[in-house]
Protein backbone atom coordinates (compact mmCIF):
# COMPACT_ATOMS: atom_id res chain seq x y z
CA UNK A 1 0.00 0.00 0.00
CA UNK A 2 1.71 2.97 -0.69
CA UNK A 3 1.66 6.04 1.55
CA UNK A 4 1.03 9.44 1.32
CA UNK A 5 2.30 10.93 -1.82
CA UNK A 6 3.52 14.91 -2.33
CA UNK A 7 5.02 16.17 -5.13
CA UNK A 8 6.85 18.12 -6.33
CA UNK A 9 9.93 17.16 -3.58
CA UNK A 10 11.64 20.49 -4.14
CA UNK A 11 9.94 23.70 -5.31
CA UNK A 12 12.32 26.95 -5.99
CA UNK A 13 9.81 30.08 -6.97
CA UNK A 14 10.47 33.53 -7.38
CA UNK A 15 8.87 36.54 -5.39
CA UNK A 16 5.33 36.63 -7.14
CA UNK A 17 4.78 33.96 -8.77
CA UNK A 18 2.16 30.91 -7.43
CA UNK A 19 3.19 27.42 -5.93
CA UNK A 20 1.12 24.68 -6.52
CA UNK A 21 1.60 21.42 -4.24
CA UNK A 22 0.46 18.63 -4.70
CA UNK A 23 -0.89 15.34 -2.17
CA UNK A 24 -2.22 12.09 -2.85
CA UNK A 25 -3.83 10.73 0.28
CA UNK A 26 -3.60 7.21 1.14
CA UNK A 27 -5.49 4.69 -0.60
CA UNK A 28 -8.76 4.63 1.50
CA UNK A 29 -8.22 7.76 3.13
CA UNK A 30 -10.86 11.10 2.95
CA UNK A 31 -9.13 13.53 5.01
CA UNK A 32 -6.50 15.55 4.19
CA UNK A 33 -4.32 17.64 6.47
CA UNK A 34 -1.78 20.38 5.47
CA UNK A 35 0.67 21.34 8.32
CA UNK A 36 3.74 23.88 7.59
CA UNK A 37 7.26 23.72 9.32
CA UNK A 38 9.50 26.27 9.15
CA UNK A 39 13.34 26.05 9.49
CA UNK A 40 14.13 24.57 12.90
CA UNK A 41 10.34 24.67 14.16
CA UNK A 42 7.49 21.87 14.85
CA UNK A 43 4.73 21.37 12.28
CA UNK A 44 1.91 24.06 12.58
CA UNK A 45 -1.46 23.20 11.16
CA UNK A 46 -2.66 25.12 8.08
CA UNK A 47 -5.88 22.92 7.11
CA UNK A 48 -7.98 20.03 7.22
CA UNK A 49 -10.03 18.67 4.21
CA UNK A 50 -12.28 15.96 3.54
CA UNK A 51 -13.55 15.31 -0.24
CA UNK A 52 -14.99 18.23 -2.11
CA UNK A 53 -14.99 20.07 1.48
CA UNK A 54 -12.67 22.22 3.61
CA UNK A 55 -13.79 21.78 7.35
CA UNK A 56 -10.95 23.87 9.01
CA UNK A 57 -8.92 26.54 7.44
CA UNK A 58 -8.49 28.21 11.05
CA UNK A 59 -4.13 27.97 10.33
CA UNK A 60 -4.14 29.02 6.78
CA UNK A 61 -3.62 32.79 5.71
CA UNK A 62 -6.54 34.51 4.79
CA UNK A 63 -4.70 35.93 1.43
CA UNK A 64 -2.58 34.54 -0.66
CA UNK A 65 -2.95 30.33 0.19
CA UNK A 66 -6.16 28.29 -0.63
CA UNK A 67 -6.55 24.85 -0.61
CA UNK A 68 -8.79 22.25 -2.25
CA UNK A 69 -9.49 18.58 -2.00
CA UNK A 70 -11.58 17.54 -5.24
CA UNK A 71 -13.92 14.75 -6.00
CA UNK A 72 -10.76 13.24 -8.12
CA UNK A 73 -7.49 13.94 -8.11
CA UNK A 74 -4.93 15.21 -5.31
CA UNK A 75 -5.82 17.78 -3.40
CA UNK A 76 -3.84 21.14 -3.86
CA UNK A 77 -2.51 23.65 -1.50
CA UNK A 78 -1.78 26.75 -3.70
CA UNK A 79 -0.03 29.71 -3.00
CA UNK A 80 -0.04 33.21 -4.82
CA UNK A 81 2.36 35.86 -5.08
CA UNK A 82 4.70 34.03 -2.88
CA UNK A 83 7.15 35.96 -0.62
CA UNK A 84 10.03 35.04 1.35
CA UNK A 85 8.55 34.29 4.32
CA UNK A 86 6.85 31.58 2.69
CA UNK A 87 9.90 29.27 2.63
CA UNK A 88 9.04 26.45 4.32
CA UNK A 89 8.52 22.60 4.37
CA UNK A 90 4.49 21.80 4.04
CA UNK A 91 3.32 18.59 4.85
CA UNK A 92 0.38 16.75 4.17
CA UNK A 93 -1.39 13.81 6.33
CA UNK A 94 -4.16 11.76 5.51
CA UNK A 95 -6.07 9.57 7.71
CA UNK A 96 -9.45 7.14 7.09
CA UNK A 97 -11.26 9.18 10.14
CA UNK A 98 -10.22 11.85 12.52
CA UNK A 99 -8.34 10.01 15.31
CA UNK A 100 -5.08 11.35 15.69
CA UNK A 101 -3.05 8.10 15.83
CA UNK A 102 -4.46 7.51 12.22
CA UNK A 103 -2.74 10.23 10.75
CA UNK A 104 -0.16 9.65 8.60
CA UNK A 105 2.57 12.05 6.95
CA UNK A 106 4.07 12.69 3.36
CA UNK A 107 7.32 13.20 2.95
CA UNK A 108 6.68 16.97 2.75
CA UNK A 109 7.24 19.49 -0.55
CA UNK A 110 10.35 21.94 0.55
CA UNK A 111 9.36 25.44 -1.30
CA UNK A 112 12.09 27.62 -1.76
CA UNK A 113 11.31 31.41 -2.73
CA UNK A 114 14.19 33.47 -3.88
CA UNK B 1 1.42 31.07 19.48
CA UNK B 2 3.71 28.10 21.02
CA UNK B 3 1.82 25.88 23.56
CA UNK B 4 4.68 23.44 23.74
CA UNK B 5 8.09 23.74 25.41
CA UNK B 6 10.20 20.80 24.38
CA UNK B 7 13.36 19.92 25.81
CA UNK B 8 16.12 19.47 25.29
CA UNK B 9 16.93 21.08 21.89
CA UNK B 10 19.60 18.88 20.63
CA UNK B 11 21.61 16.00 22.29
CA UNK B 12 25.04 14.10 21.51
CA UNK B 13 25.20 10.86 23.54
CA UNK B 14 26.98 7.61 22.96
CA UNK B 15 25.90 4.58 21.23
CA UNK B 16 23.98 2.68 23.69
CA UNK B 17 23.60 5.43 26.12
CA UNK B 18 19.78 6.00 27.07
CA UNK B 19 18.52 9.64 26.26
CA UNK B 20 15.09 10.98 27.40
CA UNK B 21 13.72 14.11 26.53
CA UNK B 22 10.48 15.58 27.52
CA UNK B 23 7.67 18.14 26.42
CA UNK B 24 5.81 20.65 28.91
CA UNK B 25 2.81 22.84 28.52
CA UNK B 26 0.78 25.36 30.75
CA UNK B 27 -1.99 23.73 28.81
CA UNK B 28 -3.97 20.55 29.21
CA UNK B 29 -3.79 18.26 26.30
CA UNK B 30 -6.17 14.73 25.97
CA UNK B 31 -3.43 13.15 23.69
CA UNK B 32 0.17 13.48 23.33
CA UNK B 33 2.18 12.00 20.30
CA UNK B 34 5.61 11.48 19.86
CA UNK B 35 7.02 11.45 16.24
CA UNK B 36 10.64 10.85 14.77
CA UNK B 37 11.47 12.92 11.44
CA UNK B 38 14.38 11.87 9.40
CA UNK B 39 16.20 14.55 7.17
CA UNK B 40 13.86 15.41 4.17
CA UNK B 41 10.76 13.36 5.46
CA UNK B 42 8.14 13.69 7.35
CA UNK B 43 7.21 12.56 10.84
CA UNK B 44 6.76 9.01 11.83
CA UNK B 45 4.33 8.35 14.69
CA UNK B 46 6.39 6.34 17.27
CA UNK B 47 4.47 6.26 20.40
CA UNK B 48 0.61 7.32 21.16
CA UNK B 49 -0.93 8.30 24.88
CA UNK B 50 -4.63 9.17 25.37
CA UNK B 51 -4.91 8.84 28.97
CA UNK B 52 -3.00 10.20 31.92
CA UNK B 53 -0.90 8.33 33.51
CA UNK B 54 -0.55 5.64 30.34
CA UNK B 55 2.94 4.73 29.87
CA UNK B 56 3.95 3.20 26.59
CA UNK B 57 6.37 0.99 24.90
CA UNK B 58 7.39 0.43 21.26
CA UNK B 59 10.86 -1.51 21.59
CA UNK B 60 13.32 0.57 23.05
CA UNK B 61 11.17 3.44 23.68
CA UNK B 62 8.74 4.56 26.16
CA UNK B 63 6.55 7.11 26.92
CA UNK B 64 4.32 8.71 29.37
CA UNK B 65 1.37 10.95 29.61
CA UNK B 66 1.99 13.01 32.78
CA UNK B 67 -0.75 12.92 35.67
CA UNK B 68 -1.29 16.37 35.21
CA UNK B 69 -2.00 16.35 31.66
CA UNK B 70 0.61 19.17 30.94
CA UNK B 71 3.58 17.06 29.62
CA UNK B 72 4.57 13.81 28.22
CA UNK B 73 8.12 12.22 28.12
CA UNK B 74 10.11 9.92 26.09
CA UNK B 75 12.99 7.66 26.82
CA UNK B 76 15.22 5.53 24.13
CA UNK B 77 17.23 2.86 25.92
CA UNK B 78 20.27 1.22 24.65
CA UNK B 79 20.67 3.69 21.89
CA UNK B 80 22.20 3.25 18.25
CA UNK B 81 22.65 5.41 15.33
CA UNK B 82 19.99 4.60 13.61
CA UNK B 83 18.08 6.72 16.01
CA UNK B 84 19.78 9.90 14.56
CA UNK B 85 16.81 12.20 13.78
CA UNK B 86 14.77 14.88 15.21
CA UNK B 87 11.74 13.90 17.62
CA UNK B 88 8.72 16.00 17.98
CA UNK B 89 6.00 15.84 20.92
CA UNK B 90 2.48 16.33 19.61
CA UNK B 91 -0.63 16.82 20.69
CA UNK B 92 -4.48 17.19 21.21
CA UNK B 93 -5.52 20.65 23.53
CA UNK B 94 -7.99 20.35 25.91
CA UNK B 95 -9.62 23.44 25.99
CA UNK B 96 -10.54 25.16 22.09
CA UNK B 97 -8.82 21.80 20.21
CA UNK B 98 -10.25 19.52 17.63
CA UNK B 99 -9.78 15.81 17.61
CA UNK B 100 -7.67 16.26 14.65
CA UNK B 101 -5.63 19.34 14.87
CA UNK B 102 -1.83 18.70 16.09
CA UNK B 103 -0.05 20.90 18.14
CA UNK B 104 3.79 20.38 17.55
CA UNK B 105 6.70 20.88 19.87
CA UNK B 106 10.02 22.23 18.12
CA UNK B 107 11.52 19.22 18.31
CA UNK B 108 14.78 17.71 19.75
CA UNK B 109 17.95 16.97 17.90
CA UNK B 110 19.31 13.74 18.44
CA UNK B 111 22.86 13.03 17.80
CA UNK B 112 24.24 9.52 18.67
CA UNK B 113 28.19 8.69 17.89
CA UNK B 114 29.14 5.68 17.07
Known amino acids: NAGVMQNPRHLVRRRGQEARLRCSPMKGHSHVYWYRQLPEEGLKFMVY????????ESGMPKERFSAEFPKEGPSILRIQQVVRGDSAAYFC????????????FGPGTRLTVT | GQQLNQSPQSMFIQEGEDVSMNCTSSSIFNTWLWYKQDPGEGPVLLIALYKAGELTSNGRLTAQFGITRKDSFLNISASIPSDVGIYFC??????????????FGKGTLLTVNP
Open chain 2, 90 to 103: AGQLSSGGSNYKLT
Open chain 1, 49 to 56: LQKENIID
Open chain 1, 93 to 104: ASSPGTALHEQY
